[in-house]
């Protein structure tokens, strides 16, 4: 299937420390893109980046792209304790707007 | 404002009852879906409408009917309902259709549906 699995499944650091989850996906795309989810709460987009670019930056998140590996990684640097939610790829395929996602990384941060 | 907002958050019912989510979007969006979230976490689409017209339908039961009676609402109504439904259902929108490179999705807080 298309769907984005992101690695690890659970990630637990100190606060200040950098976290970086992995998305790997299987067909080509159109953009990925990385999400958050709060405990008990609706996704919120983070960050998207589009199949021609390979780094994008955003504050503290840096988000990478490889094609041809058909991966992506989400670093969050300086980490907080608000960071501390699950995180989600999503991919979009061509010319339909259709997502798909993964079952997430659950970061934890400890303050 | 909530931008896309959904009701009941909590909806707990016994096997073999009817129910029906609803779901509202504020933002001038054209395109709504429907997320259904396992236990697992695993978020997979259901159904998704594009100005009233059902353009993704996700291999989804028929005791799912979807629901649009404008582009602003996208209600989803579950018949006969079983234990395997028991999940998070989320309700999502997106500004355009076909052929945008940039489209991103608004999600609603979700309704988490027990079935007894």
């Known amino acids: 299937s298309q769907q984005g699995e992101e690695d690890p499944q659970a990630l637990s650091i100190q606060e200040g420390e950098n976290a970086t989850m992995n998305c790997s996906y299987k067909t080509s795309i159109n953009n990925l893109q990385w999400y958050r989810q709060n405990s008990g709460r609706g996704l919120v987009h983070l960050i998207l980046i589009r199949s021609n670019e390979r780094e994008k930056h955003s504050g503290r998140l840096r988000v990478t792209l490889d094609t041809s590996k058909k991966s992506s990684s989400l670093l969050i640097t300086a980490s907080r304790a608000a960071d501390t939610a699950s995180y989600f790829c999503a991919t979009a395929i061509y010319n339909f707007n259709k997502f798909y996602f993964g079952s997430g990384t659950k970061l934890n941060v400890k303050p | 404002d909530t931008a896309v907002s959904q009701t009941p958050k909590y909806l707990v019912t016994q096997m073999g009852n009817d129910k029906s989510i609803k779901c509202e979007q504020n933002?001038?969006?054209?395109?709504m879906y429907w997320y259904k979230q396992d236990s697992k976490k695993f978020l997979k689409i259901m159904f998704s409408y594009n100005n009233k017209e059902l353009i993704i339908n996700e291999t989804v039961p028929n005791r799912f009917s979807p629901k649009s009676p404008d582009k602003a609402h996208l209600n989803l109504h579950i018949n006969s309902l079983e234990l395997g439904d028991s999940a998070v259902y989320f309700c999502?929108?997106?500004?355009?259709?076909?052929?945008?490179?940039?489209?991103?999705?608004?999600f609603g807080s979700g309704t988490q549906l027990s079935v007894l």
């Open positions: 933002l001038g969006h054209d395109t």
């Open positions: 999502a929108s997106s500004q355009g259709f076909r052929g945008k490179t940039n489209e991103k999705l608004f």
